[in-house]
């Protein structure tokens, strides 16, 4: 089986669903997902029959949780590597269909970072979000990826999942803007979704790739990173903290930070 599964006009014509296929590791995105994702959206931004592209997980406990952290282990150089993975971010955030994240469950780490590149998202109460990575791996985001959480979610949310690695509930989220809407459980997130994707079809696709290019545009005005990132992220990626958070990760242990 496939780890990301493609199905077409399901919901209703001109509507892809992209499903994350490892319920096994909570959805976890491999660099093979990534980069099948990243050609997806390539293949993707030219075809017009499509109108809508919504995103969910399998597994009914996570839309996703964050990154398979073995591919880090031996990589030479892993702010290439998310840099790399950024480029998708971007693919998916300049597709001129409408992007719909349908989240039930965990949604962290990388999960979160595309949903948050995502139009819109909703998603079951029971649903959490965040980036715990000051207690588990001891990296850090690069600058695009936070400000388009804090674009989404708000400064105030996004401190809290960083600073004091704090998940967010999905009610508090919807009550912050970031969710379209906050529903029961799976069944009434098929239901939205239904209803959501059925709202998109009947709109002027005039109207949508034009306000997606100027939302896109004043995104790059605001988010864009500072000239000093990639040594920042260097220097991150590169020091005792990180090291320490994949050995403790693939362990099954509670990493032991540094204080410097």
Same mark, same amino acid.
């Given at each position: 089986?496939t ?6 006009? &399901?919901? +209703?014509?001109? *509507? #892809? ?6 319920p ?13 994702? &990243? ?11 499509? &109108? ?30 998310e ?11 300049? #597709?001129?269909?409408? !992007? ?12 979160? +970072? ?16 965040? %980036? ?15 400000? &388009?959480?804090?674009?989404?979610f ?8 960083? #600073?004091?690695?704090?998940? *967010? ?21 098929? +239901? ?18 034009? !306000? ?6 004043? +995104?790059?005005l !605001? ?13 991150? %990626? ?11 990760? #693939? ?10």
């Amino acid at each position: 089986m496939t780890d990301l599964l493609l199905d077409r006009d &399901r919901l +209703a014509p001109g *509507v #892809l669903e992209v499903t994350f296929n490892r319920p096994e590791r909570r959805n976890a995105f491999t660099k093979a997902m990534y980069g099948e994702m &990243r050609e997806l959206w390539q293949q993707v931004r030219d075809d017009g029959s499509v &109108r809508v592209v919504v995103l969910r997980g399998a597994g009914g406990k996570a839309f996703a949780a964050g990154n398979e952290i073995s591919d880090f282990v031996g990589n030479d150089d892993v702010v290439e590597y998310e840099n790399w993975i950024r480029s998708m971010f971007d693919g998916l955030a300049a #597709l001129p269909q409408v !992007t719909v994240a349908a989240i039930d469950g965990v949604c962290v780490g990388g999960g979160l +970072a595309v949903a948050t590149y995502c139009d819109l998202r909703v998603a079951t109460a029971a649903s959490r979000f965040g %980036y715990p990575i000051a207690r588990t791996l001891g990296n850090a985001l690069s600058s695009p990826v936070l400000y &388009r959480c804090a674009a989404v979610f708000g400064e105030s949310l996004t401190r809290e999942m960083l #600073l004091a690695s704090r998940l *967010v509930g999905a009610e508090r989220a919807y009550g912050a803007g970031a969710l379209l809407a906050c529903v029961e459980d799976a069944a009434a997130l098929d +239901a939205e979704v239904a209803s959501l994707v059925d709202g998109i079809a009947q709109a002027s696709p005039v109207t949508l790739r034009v !306000t997606k290019q100027q939302l896109r545009e004043r +995104a790059e005005l !605001t988010e864009h990173e500072p000239p000093d990132e990639a040594q920042l992220l260097h220097e991150v %990626y590169g020091g005792p903290d990180f090291a320490e958070g994949v050995r403790a990760f #693939l362990a099954k242990e509670k990493p032991a930070f540094g204080r410097s």
